[in-house]
């Protein structure tokens, strides 16, 4: 598979899930990698897998709602690669878990700071070199777009302006030749959902196999997909066999919600 063969892809909010495997399936597709998020720690280790495959990797630890860090990122690209090709935004903040009438306004700022503004203010500064290449972005969102379930409301309505901001800078930046789309992931059957699975067992008195049987019954596959699956709808996405998709959004969530 070498869908992204030669093309410079960056991507931020480096994490231990599905950061990781956007990095590892990007690289795998012929990709050098950028990385980009807080924790330097991370993005080394992650770097080194991908140059255990074989790839190129750069790390560069930013925080987005920075200008001058992220400033930087671009500047860091530009000067090891010479242009960016594909921008995959993942990063967001956590959801508060509380209805919405008990959700802090800081909590809900804070994530549309990072989520909204964060992603846009990276879109913004990777502008001119993605117009260069005729270039793609990504933005990682979350099905939460799909229902409106109890409790995930801030995070419902961070995602939703992540949505209607990527829709919009779909048509803005069309006739640049910038392609943008989303992809919608449903549960991600990584460490962190492991964890929380087995927390639920222990308030429940049940299986953490019981609750994932639960869970994934909801869906058409009876499963939950797995980091490497949203990875490479993302991958999918920015490469050119989606060369006539823009502001499009994929869902990924094994048939649990339907658009």
Same mark, same amino acid.
């Given at each position: ?28 597709? +012929?990709?050098?990698? %950028?990385?980009? =998020?807080? *924790?330097? $720690? ?5 770097? @080194?897998? /991908? ?66 503004? +964060?992603?846009?203010? %990276?879109?913004? =500064?990777? *502008?001119? $070199? ?5 270039? @793609?972005? /990504? ?75 639960? *869970?994934? $019954? ?42």
């Amino acid at each position: 598979m070498t869908l992204l063969t030669d093309k410079v892809v960056v991507v931020s909010g480096v994490g231990p899930g599905l950061g990781r495997s956007l990095c590892l399936r990007a690289a795998a597709n +012929g990709a050098s990698v %950028v990385l980009g =998020a807080r *924790t330097e $720690s991370r993005l080394t280790e992650v770097a @080194a897998e /991908v140059r255990d495959l074989g790839g190129t990797a750069l790390v560069v630890p930013t925080d987005i709602t920075d200008d001058t860090a992220v400033d930087n990122l671009v500047a860091r690209t530009v000067d090891e690669f010479g242009r960016a090709d594909v921008l995959i935004n993942n990063a967001f903040a956590m959801p508060s878990m509380k209805p919405l009438g008990r959700t802090d306004f800081d909590q809900i700022e804070a994530s549309l700071q990072l989520t909204v503004l +964060g992603t846009l203010r %990276v879109i913004k =500064a990777f *502008t001119p $070199s993605l117009t260069d290449s005729a270039g @793609a972005i /990504v933005n990682i969102n979350s099905m939460v777009i799909r229902h409106s379930e109890p409790r995930y409301g801030s995070y419902k309505l961070t995602k939703s302006a992540l949505l209607a901001m990527s829709q919009t800078l779909a048509t803005e930046l069309g006739g640049q030749g910038i392609r943008i789309n989303s992809v919608a992931p449903g549960y991600i059957w990584d460490d962190q959902l492991k964890w929380y699975f087995g927390e639920i067992a222990k308030k429940y008195e049940i299986t953490p196999e019981q609750v994932y049987e639960q *869970t994934a $019954s909801k869906s058409d596959l009876k499963r939950l997909p797995e980091p490497d699956e949203i990875a490479d709808a993302a991958v999918f996405l920015a490469s050119p066999m989606a060369k006539a998709i823009t502001g499009h959004t994929l869902d990924v969530n094994c048939g649990e919600y339907h658009d």
